[in-house]
């Protein structure tokens, strides 16, 4: 066992990593991982972490290893924003920590988890921090691809890129880690399109499989107009009671947790200013994290109906892959039979219009009413 065992598909990464913990005396004090959503960039950075920390180079069961990888050790700081961006306050906070020598540790890590949130100023707070660094202070930031990622933080770390694992090797790891069944673990994984957290997801909550097949499913309703504003609206209600759930639960969590810090009861018909004021400001962080999760899984839906667009065109062109929707070949089959290469195209394309728009800041609702009517079947 070791601490790289859960990087699956990653060995180059895991090689490059490993070399590292093994040279101290040559160490890189910032690194850049990226990868695609799921492919396990943070998830690299804790290993990386932990493998820094053990005595045994990542064991994966020491002490060391097991805080620094479930994010309680005293040397390794994750940040993660629940918000939209990282602002000027936190990474000037960041800085300051990260000329701080380590407490219990070798080294002491500050893991960016959403470096491609670091708004240009707080960018710029960051920067002489990993320009110039501590010598036991290393930095590990996380981002989708390099160009998310301000150039002058990118320019001065050293770049880790993964890539998406085959569904074969998150299917094994659900089996394995997980305790998944081997069919559901393989369905999972495949759906999912090697997202790991998805897929763990799928494989564990009904309701994620069957909202999921929901989406997959409106490719072959839209026929008319009216089909197609009925479908938006359809697909924006699977979104929300995707992200509603598990929302709300965590803000009442938290509302409470709050007013037991500060000591207020929770009962009481008025609370003092103070509190109030706390609350409020709680408010309008949960709302500004709800926008962010509802956009999130807006646009996971549409990964999920453009996968059924990409199966009907491989079957079209007999191309010898598997389907991502294996499971539901009947609906791919019967996509394939009302749509010429092209059209299917057309509507991947029109799929792919629509994520540019929410991720620029149009209303979902209108960006799916567009792109729903420019997935009508063609006439006769
Ligand atoms: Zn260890």
New binding site residues.
Partial sequence: MS?WDDLVGQSQTVTTLSMAVADPERMTHAWLFTGPPGSGRSNAARAFA??L??????????????TALDGTHADVEFVATEGLSIQVQQARELALLSAHRPSVGAWRIIVVEDADRLTERAADALLKAIEEPVARTVWMLCAPSLEDVIITLRSRSRHVRLRTPPTGAVADLLVRRDGVDPPMARYAARAAQSHIGLARRLARDEGARIRRRDVVKLANRIHTTVDAVAAAADLASIADEESGAAGQERDAAERARLLETLGADPAARTLPPPVRARLAALEKEQKTRATRFARDIVDRCLIDLTSVYRDALMLHLDAPVELVNEDLRPEVEKLRRSRSPVQLLAAMDAIATARERIDANVPPALALEAMAVGLRAPRG
């Fill in positions: 601490v932990a493998a920390l053990c005595p045994d180079q990542g064991c994966g069961h020491c002490r060391e290893c097991r």
